[in-house]
């Protein structure tokens, strides 16, 4: 399994930067919805890096975004 990261800052502006690496194919837009829910907040502008063009690796399934969103009570 590839090592999989979700990078995020938080700028002077109070937006939001999140970045992911080691997350290939469409699945890293998973972590985006739920960057949303657990930042209440709302995706802006949106830039696909290489590893969005390569082919799909591990996915995050519904049971892994439902043990999340139950941990922080979202």
């Known amino acids: 399994m590839a ?3 979700l990078k995020i800052k938080l700028l002077p502006t109070g937006e939001i930067e999140m970045t992911t690496e080691g ?12 960057m949303e829910v657990l930042a209440d907040a ?9 590893e969005y ?5 591990e996915t995050i399934g ?4 439902n043990s999340i969103y139950n941990r922080y009570d979202l």
């Not at 997350?23 to 739920?34: A, M, R, T, V």
């Not at 709302?42 to 290489?50: D, S």
């Not at 519904?62 to 975004?65: I, T, V």
Request: glycine fraction near 4%; proline fraction near 0%; charged fraction near 50%.
């Open 53 to 57: 063009y390569e082919e799909e690796t």
């Open 42 to 50: 709302k995706v802006v502008r949106q830039e696909l890096t290489q």
């Open 3 to 5: 090592n999989k990261k």
């Open 23 to 34: 997350i290939k194919g469409k699945k890293c837009l998973d972590y985006i919805e739920l």
């Open 62 to 65: 519904n049971d892994e975004k």
